[in-house]
């Protein structure tokens, strides 16, 4: 009886890799370079139990196990502001919406936007959580290659020069996932210019935009826009803790109205008790401050899995190496599918994410792997490497 | 540009009336009836907060803070299970999703169900927000009539009778949002018996089963049900704390598996921290005390509410008086409207919910209104009830 009755969207739902490697996190006898996650082992935890047992003992204590509105609690969404600004981002308590994490920003931002059959546009390869929360409103996705310097403008423009209208391009310019790949200020530029001309929206998802590990920031598309193009997404998960689920859309003001509509009939509010722990760790400077311990402990797992990769991986395998986030992003030669070598990895304890489900089309590449240092022990980096590498280098056809 | 890039679903989204209950939440100078929210002053602050700072002490400690899996917590799954077996439910843990609050629930499987134009069932007078799930999704939605012991099975069967194929049925059995009507035990037998009949589920949304001052408890549909037809939702916003934001679905295997895929899109995964939190507290038998301890409380404000609708409503208003849950419905004469008459109530500093959005058809009922007692200080349940009765026996065309 089920299968009649079910909805055709559920056909865009069989996308079970982010499970498959959710599922991983925890084994622990496994090198893992899974999950795009940070490492628990550098959260502030005292200082996270400080500020709840002071939340909880303050007059307001009730209210953190209470409902909240829609929109968001007030504290954090000023904090949010401040953060914003000191980013040279201006927004308004209007123009924001607290999110149960950034996931659910791209869940509203679909349903809002997108009828089936709609064009929207994607790097490619682009984060899987985006592609999952877009196909599910079955939406038509065209991807734009990346270069080095972000996605290839030319190939946007000659797109759009075809006369199809999209919605939207999403895209996360700083060390995209799985890329790594930053967005060049003058691309940034060129971008914002042809939005303007064909009428589309911007998604800038920022998720590593803050880890950013050599250079000054460039400037978020969102400062760079004078014409409320431009929806950004914030979430505390990779830079702070992500296990609260908090993030948020900062955008016009009428967007932000028909998001907290949508978000109403999704899950009515985010957990309250996340919602004022992050306010209340903003205000006390613990995220400024957490993020600056962070990024030299995941700049040297990055450097570390570098050379790494460089000393184990075979010439016939290729990469960038990103100054930022939590990603390699490896090509192996064609002959070696990644879901065989992933195969072959796991019973030799070593983890990591197949390419295929970041791609707008899955079966265009299935010599791609992901491979995230953010949450493996640095020690244990070479070691999987080395498997990795050797496996790769003696690869026959299993 | 942004109107004619909006999806169609944005038109089904102009539902503010959660928004504007939410939004009167902590106005402190004003006696509310609006929000079905529990009282914020007798949750277990003082537990909780030892609960968690033994959690935070846990080798475990930091889990609470990072990514979780999408099917939800393993220990707070069990915890469930053994809830559920306690309300003679059986359940595997393959058959328990964990959604961010129970709305989160009626998002996935309107998700998974509704094609634009399917055919859903809801019980008339429903719950807003699953009527807002439903309505988000683009589905044509056909309202039966309750009568004092719950849907009216002889509507049901000619509506089934004409043939037309139904996805399934919404309804809250025990004490449902707004009516406080409860489905009787020969009813909830018919009900699956068509179930089985014509092919559909039934979705059982379960907030206020517990919340059962007077009588024992009925079986609940899943209980009964032996074709696999009941989608059970459980929340423990309602009886526990909602600011969390933790509730479930508990159904076929196949279905949660969907409801899972959904998920991953949707939130990724609930929070850890509240997920932890909740399912110590089931362990150490806190949410069962709880439970004892809100009843007594409830009830004297249901009972308050009642003498005082007595004492102050006019012969031309009518309701039901509840046996359980947070509500109690109100006719009214119709030549008052609910929203002329909330405009008067607010200008005495009373608040409300007016009648119109819980309807399957909005406009039927000009003249309903819905009096929260849950989170009304004892004391000012009486004042408030006074107001609004004075407002309406001396009600000219305001």
């Known amino acids: 009886m089920l299968k009649e009755l079910l909805s055709r969207r559920v056909e865009c739902l069989n996308n079970s890799e982010i499970s498959e490697f959710m599922s991983l996190i925890g084994q622990g006898d496994i090198i893992s370079f899974a999950g795009g996650i940070p490492d628990r082992n550098i959260f502030p935890l005292k200082e996270l139990r400080e500020l709840l047992n002071s939340l909880m003992a303050e007059p ?41 994490g950034s996931q659910q920003a791209l869940d509203l931002l679909s349903k809002i936007f997108i009828d089936p059959g709609d064009r929207v546009l994607v790097e490619n390869p ?51 996932n799985p890329s790594g790949i930053r967005l060049s200020l003058p691309k940034r530029k060129a971008l914002l210019e042809l939005a303007g001309k064909y009428g589309f929206y911007i998604i800038e998802d920022t998720p590593y935009s803050e880890l950013n590990y050599y250079n000054e920031p460039l400037s978020a598309l969102k400062e760079l826009d004078t014409e409320g193009r431009v929806i ?61 311990r962070v990024k030299p402990h995941y700049r040297s797992r990055l ?64 010599n791609y792997l992901r491979l995230s240092f953010s949450n493996c022990p640095q020690e244990d980096i070479e070691t999987g490497i080395k498997i990795l590498g050797e496996i790769i280098t003696n690869w026959q056809d299993f």
Chains 1, 2 share one sequence.
């Open 303 to 366: 450097e570390e899995m570098g050379q790494a990769l460089e000393k184990y991986f075979p010439k016939s395998t290729s990469w960038l190496v990103p100054k930022g986030g939590f990603f390699y992003w490896i090509r192996l030669p064609e002959y070696i599918e990644s879901r065989r070598l992933l195969k072959k990895a796991l019973e030799n304890r070593v983890a990591f994410v197949t390419g295929n489900s970041f791609l707008a089309n899955p079966e265009e590449g299935n």
């Open 232 to 292: 950004y997404l914030g979430t505390f998960s990779k830079f702070f803790i992500p296990g609260l689920r908090i993030g948020w859309i900062c955008g016009d003001r009428e967007i932000i109205r028909l998001a907290g509509l949508a978000k109403q009939n999704t899950d009515l509010t985010s957990n309250s008790l996340g919602q004022e722990l992050i306010a209340v760790a903003g205000e006390k400077g613990l995220i400024e401050a957490q993020i600056k």
């Open 126 to 176: 682009g984060y899987v959580g985006g592609l999952g929360a877009i196909r599910s409103y079955q939406a038509d996705i065209t991807g734009i290659n990346l270069a080095e310097d972000g996605i290839e403008i030319d190939l946007l423009e000659e797109e759009l020069a075809k006369g199809r209208r999209f919605k939207f391009i999403y895209l996360v310019p700083d060390f995209s």
């Open 60 to 100: 307001g204590g009730p209210d953190l196990f209470q409902y909240g509105s829609t929109e968001g609690s007030g504290r954090l969404k000023e904090y949010i502001i401040s953060f914003l600004k000191k980013r040279n981002i201006k927004a308004s308590d209007e123009e924001i919406l607290i999110t149960t």
